[in-house]
């Protein structure tokens, strides 16, 4: 009898074995699919020029952890194709597209690649144009959206959707942006949308805003506009340039909208859309702040891109198919929480004599110089608005004869506060990186790993993406008999001319668009003016067979 209990044991845990392996095989099938099947939404945000000292002291003056501390999932090195430390539009072009860059340009290859690991560059495809993640969105027939405390038209937002050779390109950034068909754009940036004499203003006599009205998007300009707004395609032009830094918004331009905010709007908009939704949300300026060594500034603008990110988190934690990306772009001013004057004190020194001397300011740099009258006459109250009371005699005497008053309030503030700084520029360290949501990546990656994630993640490849959207348009169009042009009699709208015997084509740089005859004819994507080449769309050159 033992030994038959023996044998019903012993056939009952075969039994249950074997049905936890089937159960186990089908929870691993499981997860296999879901890490093949493509997420309906991604939102990629990027704080500009943040350093982990900057989150670090950011959290110490909230008093209380970051949204983005439970999303800490890695690491992200940042170099570019020439230098171990990259200025935002290589950086920004790699995050979007998947390849390095050089310094200042916007979505387009590199013409000198001399980093250790990056592939050399051919002649023929130095500055091509290349796909970037919000143009495979767009293909793949979801919603898409760009925000950013910036000009719109900034290296940042522009490397997730332009293509130019100087990001400095305000104008052409601003007309390609506009011919994207983005769903919902957000920010600063109204100048290079209108003709003028400005720095940013359009010279080639185009009104893009509106372009933009005609294309049939609900114009924006103020805060309650945007929250009032119940169109499916909104363009929010809230500042000629930048908008406030946060701290400052409520003196200043209480009409602006936070960052937050236009988080939020832009995902109610967007997730209308069955397909689902890309968005790029920049917090620009505690890059700013940060060269200008200013540690309320960029305290800040990192706690309103926190904000921001905690929208993000609000929107995904509700379901299952979204994939949320934080991350900064590269690291500035080499920050530290601790200084020359802690050098033998730090053992001691409490959290508080680090924080309490910055909770003492009303305003930012920006915001506290903004202020400053002509004769400086009201400098001590300027000095006060940015957490510097009581002076003493010698930081008195600083004020007084400072050809710098911005350099001289900073360090002074950063005395009292033991804080440090390297530089006034960029740094070349590793950033953290912040994920949420199915399949998020976890460890240590390059800038352009990112895009690749994003592009997966929505079920596309950018090499089957820069196949399909950026081809030469002269061996193209020569493969099928036609001639090629370029017409620059208007430097500032040059256009590409394709004749095959009577047909004529025109595709006008920065547009989608190409014009024959009487009609106007929609691409998929842009017609791109780069490397004294043009480059087209695939759907080009079968269009224009068809239309022979």
Known sequence: MKNIGRKIISFALIGSLTAGSFAFAAREEAKEKQKSKPIKNVIMMVMDGTSAGATTLARWY????????????????????????????????AMATGFKSNDKYIGILPSVVNSPGVSPISKEH??????????????????????????????????????????????????????????????????????????????????MLEVIKKKGYDVVETRDDLLRSTSDKIWGVFADDALAQDMNRPY??????????????????????????????????????????????????????????????????KRNDTLVIAVSDHGNSGITIGNRNTDQSYPETPVSAYVDPLKKARMTLEGAMSQLKADKSNLEEVARLYGLDSLTADEKKKLNESNNLRKTLTELLAARANLGFTTGGHTG?????????????????????????????????????????FVNAKENFAAIGATVTIDDTDAQNPKLIVKKGKTVAEFPANKNIMIAGNKT????????????????????????????
Do not use: C
Not at 64 to 93: F, Q
Not at 268 to 295: C, I, R, Y
């Open 126 to 207: 130095a500055m091509k144009p290349v796909a970037n993640v919000l143009e495979g969105a767009e293909l793949m027939g979801k919603a898409t959206g760009i925000i950013a405390t910036s000009a719109i038209q900034h290296a940042t937002p522009a490397g997730f959707s332009a293509h130019v050779k100087h990001r400095n390109l305000f104008p052409d950034i601003a007309e390609q942006q506009v011919y994207q068909d983005i769903e919902v754009v957000l920010g600063g940036g109204k100048e290079a949308l209108l003709p003028g004499s400005g720095t940013n203003n359009r010279k080639d006599n185009e009104n």
């Open 252 to 317: 200043t331009r209480p009409n602006e909208p936070t960052l937050a905010e236009m988080t939020k709007k832009a995902i109610e908009t967007l997730s209308k859309d069955k397909d689902g939704f890309f968005l790029f949300v920049e917090g620009s300026q505690p890059d700013w702040a940060a060269h200008a060594n200013d540690p309320v500034g960029i305290i800040s603008e990192v706690l309103a891109f926190d904000k921001a990110v905690a929208e993000a988190l609000s929107f995904a934690k």
């Open 429 to 469: 360290e590793d950033v953290f990186l912040y994920t949420y949501g199915p399949n998020r990546p976890i460890g240590t990656f390059e800038n352009t790993d990112l895009a690749h994630i994003m592009a997966k993640a929505m079920g596309f490849q950018l090499s089957d993406l820069n196949k399909r959207l």
């Open 62 to 93: 909230k008093g209380a952890p970051l949204a983005l501390d439970e999303m800490a999932s890695g690491a992200v090195r940042t170099y570019s194709a020439e230098s171990a430390i990259t200025d935002s539009a290589p950086a920004a072009t």
């Open 521 to 548: 004819y929609e691409l998929e994507g842009l017609v791109v003016n780069s490397a004294e080449q043009f480059w087209v769309p695939k759907q080009a050159v079968k269009l224009f067979k068809q239309i022979q």
